[in-house]
């Protein structure tokens, strides 16, 4: 088989990247998916991917190597493996962070990345349902972003406790006020997930152009000199090479994207021979900076065995309720996302934007839904959206199929800490205020505000990713020897192989990750037809 065009990886980015390149008549897209397809309900029904913890449904569950900052718990990291990727299994909060995280990416040395550079493109991608088009915010787009349609009633009460504790609302988290309380904007179109594979591939998979290759695992890329002119993958039992005449583009994700590029020659040269691996080209950056939003999860028992989720009665009835209803409607509890609002703070007054992000959730959710208990409750996680502390994944095997070694490291920074147990306290009045109170029972693990090494203890025994690596593949100017790509996406050293993806983040977004994923799929689309 042979295309103009491969694209390895159908997730945030990688279905941007097929759909836009296929937009040409002229040329051939091949898109390769370890993952199969995504037609299961549990995709389609928002409420569908809290299983995902407990089931291996659309998803690979790793595990970080022991953290020493965790006490030495080993960390959960699921990564969508599906067409979507983590796009079809996350909980669809629509979030592009604060501007000045991609003027700082410009910063770098990565000119065309700052925000008045890319919100064309976030504008391009999006069709919302919130605003419509304004200086903001882009309608008409394959994406496609909502309010959530049948949230409860906890959640208004959370953004109602919000302002008692003296956190204003914000019209607008995407727009010009990043900081305050918010109700969550969701990938959602008329109550169903619009992942990006929903969004980009589904209108267009009968382009006789676009080829969809599901369940095709990536073992390495193929080379002609110094060129990538293809990709070996493993399919049905059998191996094979598919070919491409013009570009490479890795999508695979902030582990999968530098483990294959690992894998084909590119990174450490010390790692890639101790896995008998010729080194093609040395690139020491490859795996580095791996950087995650590091979480407390606190949860509340409920009173109530309403507005919030339950493991009781009369939460069974509920959910079979709403299934009927999301059947009939697309309405009702099958449409929430759990995480239903939020809010962004400054944890001092010296930071030049908000760096702890608060979720409220509409149930417990204790070690990612892994540990159930009996009753009602609320939840809420507390994330450091710029952590100063940076990991790093290695190779385990040769081999793609076996599973990377992850390393976080996380809290191996001293200021990440600090700030965190901040975060904590200034969540806790927020929770405690009176518009809660009809919601809030007693917490799983009681900690109090006036307790900071309580709260640390607490941290180290619970907190763990809210899902979002990045930065693996950075991106930097030829003369930064950590990074992976320049400021166009191609890789270091060698021709025809650009990376697109979360991994290529010098620095991780002050907010959910999947929206800039997208909107780097739309830029390398982009780059890549001036290019042409």
């Not at 990416?105 to 419509?132: I, R, T």
Request: glycine share 12%; charged share 20%.
């Amino acid at each position: 088989m042979e295309f103009d065009y491969i694209v390895v990886g159908a997730g945030s980015a990688g279905c941007v990247v097929a759909s836009r390149l296929s937009e040409d008549p002229a040329v051939t897209v091949c898109l390769l998916e370890a993952g199969g397809p995504d037609d299961s309900l549990f995709i389609r029904a928002p409420l569908g991917f809290a299983a995902g913890a407990t089931v291996r449904m659309n998803a690979v569950h790793y595990q970080t190597l022991p953290q020493p900052g965790l006490r030495g718990r080993q960390g959960f990291q699921p990564r969508g493996q599906v067409l979507g990727g983590s796009s079809a299994v996350n909980a669809m909060i629509y979030c592009r962070g604060h501007h000045s995280d991609y003027d700082h990416w410009a910063a770098l040395g990565n000119p065309g990345w700052d925000y008045a550079s890319v919100l064309p493109l976030f504008k391009k991608a999006e069709d919302s349902a919130c605003f419509g088009a304004n200086d903001h915010h882009g309608a008409g787009g394959p994406l496609g972003v909502d309010y959530l349609r049948s949230g409860f009633a906890s959640t208004q009460a959370f953004l109602a406790a919000c302002e008692q504790a003296g956190v204003p609302r914000t019209p607008d988290y995407n727009g010009a006020q990043h900081d305050g309380c918010w109700p969550a904007q969701v990938t959602q179109r008329g109550g169903e997930r619009c992942s990006a594979a929903r969004a980009y591939l589904a209108p267009h998979l009968q382009r006789p152009n676009l080829s969809v290759l599901t369940r095709a695992r990536s073992l390495r890329l193929a080379w002609q000199g110094r060129r990538a002119v293809g990709v070996h993958i493993a399919r049905g039992g059998q191996a094979s090479v598919v070919r491409a005449r013009r570009e490479v583009v890795v999508c695979a994700g902030a582990y999968g994207s530098p483990q294959l590029l690992m894998c084909s020659g590119l990174g450490p040269p010390e790692q890639l021979q101790a896995q008998g691996i010729a080194v093609l080209h040395a690139l020491p950056g490859v795996g580095q900076n791996l950087q995650d939003h590091i979480t407390a999860s606190l949860n509340w028992r409920s009173p109530r065995g309403d507005g919030c989720f339950g493991l009781s009665p009369s939460g069974g009835l509920q959910l079979l309720r709403g299934m009927r209803q999301w059947q009939r409607q697309r309405r009702g509890c099958i449409t929430s996302n759990v995480a239903e609002a939020g809010a962004f703070l400054r944890s001092d007054s010296e930071v030049h934007a908000a760096d702890i992000e608060l979720v409220f959730l509409v149930a417990m959710v204790d070690d990612h839904s892994r540990k159930l208990h009996w009753g009602h409750g609320i939840g809420l996680h507390v994330t450091l959206l710029r952590p100063q502390s940076r990991g790093e994944l290695r190779l385990a095997s040769s081999d793609t199929r076996d599973a990377p070694l992850i390393d976080p490291r996380y809290f191996s920074h001293p200021d990440d800490m600090p700030r965190l147990v901040r975060g904590v306290q200034m969540s806790l009045p927020i929770m405690n205020a009176p518009a809660l109170a009809p919601w809030r029972g007693a917490m799983l693990a009681p900690i109090s505000a006036d307790d900071p090494a309580g709260i640390e203890r607490e941290l180290r025994r619970s907190s763990d990713t809210e899902y979002h690596p990045v930065g693996t593949c950075r991106m930097g100017p030829a003369g930064d020897a950590a990074a992976v790509v320049g400021p166009d996406l191609r890789v270091h050293g060698v021709d025809g192989l650009r990376v697109a993806d979360a991994s290529i983040m010098p620095r991780i977004t002050s907010g959910n990750t999947n929206a800039p994923s997208i909107m780097i799929g739309e830029k390398c689309a982009d780059l890549m037809r001036l290019a042409a």
